[in-house]
């Protein structure tokens, strides 16, 4: 059974840093590429940042470029997310996703339960 | 960036009747080189991460019950359930996977009428 497991979330000050990891299981985590979307609360969905299988590609969404950084580490099966000078706005439920197949096409098939990130002072 | 556009945002069916969402893109999702539209759909309960039903427009996911069909081709899809059933209440997402940054509609609300 595929699971992905967030945390890391929290509350912080305006500026101020987090570091979100996802535990993936169930998979051979290193043949996926692996993402992040977030919701901001009563919002729909956007997606933030996505990584290739081994981790030498990256894409990242205007909104969160230069600020986040997204990684993964395939002996430990876990992904993770960077996020740096952080902003009102990025207030939300950060989801990591598991990509639908291992061809890289960006539908997701397989979510964790989500890791709610507020940044308020 | 592709923009989705869904349509209604929100309405509401009587159990056992058809709803029919609505998504247009801002730019085709059909490539050319194998033929595919590249717009996904996806289910949202309350207090729930989204659960893909629908992928290539069309392709339903193992296990998502037959009443869900998706159709369309280049900038217009719809989401059909055949015959709405109470656990279907939900937010319902397109999203398009033909260029990076993926990008999902505003979503519409289904309920029970």
């Known amino acids: 059974e595929v699971q992905l497991l967030e945390s890391g979330g929290g509350l912080v000050q305006p500026g101020g840093a987090l570091r979100l990891s996802c535990a993936a299981s169930g998979f051979a985590f290193s043949t996926y590429a692996m993402t992040w979307v977030r919701q901001a609360p009563g919002r729909g969905l956007e997606w933030v940042s996505s990584i290739s299988t081994g981790g030498d590609n990256t894409y990242y969404a205007d909104s969160v470029k230069g600020r986040f950084t997204i990684s993964r580490d395939n002996f430990k099966n876990t992904l993770y997310l960077q996020m740096n000078s952080l902003r009102a706005e990025d207030t939300a439920v950060y989801y990591c996703a598991k990509y639908g197949n291992s061809a890289g096409n960006g539908y997701f098939d397989y979510w964790g339960q989500g890791t709610l990130v507020s940044v308020s002072s | 960036d592709i923009v989705m556009t869904q349509s209604p945002d929100s309405l509401a069916v009587s159990l056992g009747e058809r709803a029919t969402i609505t998504c247009k893109s801002s730019l085709t999702l059909l490539y050319s080189s194998d033929n595919k539209n590249y717009l996904a759909w996806y289910q949202q309960k309350p207090g729930q991460p989204p659960k893909l039903l629908i992928s290539w427009a069309s392709t339903r996911e193992s296990g998502v019950p037959d009443r869900f069909s998706g159709s369309g081709s280049g900038t217009d899809f719809t989401l059909t359930i055949s015959s709405l059933q109470a656990e279907d209440v939900a937010l319902y997402y397109c999203?398009?996977?033909?260029?990076?940054?993926?990008?999902f509609g505003l979503g519409t609300k289904v309920e029970i009428k």
């Open positions: 999203q398009q996977y033909y260029l990076t940054p993926w990008t």
